[in-house]
């Protein structure tokens, strides 16, 4: 069956840091892929969208990188601050050609001053 | 606000009572998406509406779940004989088209079945 794969594990980094975020999925072959950042009490926010002929893709400090060999994409978030910690979901469109995201349980990033 | 906006943001039930949760999409949409999201997992799809149909319902997890959209923007989503495990948040998400276009959510309705 198909799966997304987020780490449950909260990731702690220092202020000024990357983080880095790892999405991995299987049975899959999306034609792109999303990420969204989650705060609490709050709804999902769209932050990027690669496409499976895309290896990489910048907006101001984030990066993201999709490598459909692997079947893994990761965000980076550079110079970290304090106001990025929240959860990130990875999002992938099912198979059968319906562009109904299937959300990964996302990963919470804590960044500490 | 230019938002989608939910109501109510929290809503307590007993067991086996009727719950109606509505979602206000951004102006203009046509896609309204409702997903289930429980306690550290991610967003489940339910119902999308493309227009005033549902496009697809295949999400819903049985019939005791309902959801409109009669007039094309308004959506209720309608829960029978609630069940303790349907407590979740229950999320709205509109988008211009049913397409990859970025999906916008609202900020959720905490439904708590007692």
């Known amino acids: 069956s198909q799966k997304i794969e987020q780490n449950s594990e909260a990731l702690n980094i220092q202020e000024g840091k990357t983080a880095t975020l790892t999405c991995n999925y299987t049975?899959?072959?999306?034609?792109?892929l999303q990420w969204y950042r989650q705060d609490p009490g709050r709804g999902p926010v769209f932050l990027l969208l690669?496409?499976?002929?895309?290896k990489e893709k910048r907006k101001e400090r984030l990066k993201v990188t999709f490598d459909t060999t692997l079947k893994q994409s990761l965000f980076h978030i550079t110079a970290s601050q304090p106001a990025d910690s929240a959860t990130y979901l990875c999002?992938?469109?099912?198979?059968?050609?319906?562009?109904?995201?299937?959300f990964g349980r996302g990963t919470s990033l804590i960044v500490h001053p | 606000g230019a938002g989608v906006s939910q109501t109510p943001s929290n809503k307590v039930t007993e067991k086996g009572k009727y719950v109606e949760l509505r979602c206000d999409p951004i102006?203009?949409?046509?896609?309204l998406y409702w997903y289930r999201q429980s306690l550290g997992q991610g967003p489940e799809f339910l119902i999308y509406?493309?227009?005033?149909?549902?496009?697809?319902d295949s999400g819903l997890p049985n019939d005791r779940f309902f959801a409109v959209r009669p007039e094309g923007s308004v959506s209720t989503l309608k829960i029978q004989r609630t069940e303790r495990g349907d407590s979740a948040v229950y999320l709205c998400?509109?988008?211009?088209?049913?397409?990859?276009?970025?999906?916008?959510f609202g900020p959720g309705t905490r439904l708590t079945v007692l």
């Open positions: 998400a509109s988008s211009l088209l049913g397409t990859i276009h970025e999906q916008f």
């Open positions: 049975n899959y072959s999306p034609a792109y």
């Open positions: 690669i496409r499976e002929n895309e």
């Open positions: 999002a992938l469109p099912p198979s059968g050609g319906s562009y109904i995201p299937t």
């Open positions: 102006s203009g949409h046509t896609a």
């Open positions: 509406f493309q227009g005033t149909g549902a496009a697809d």
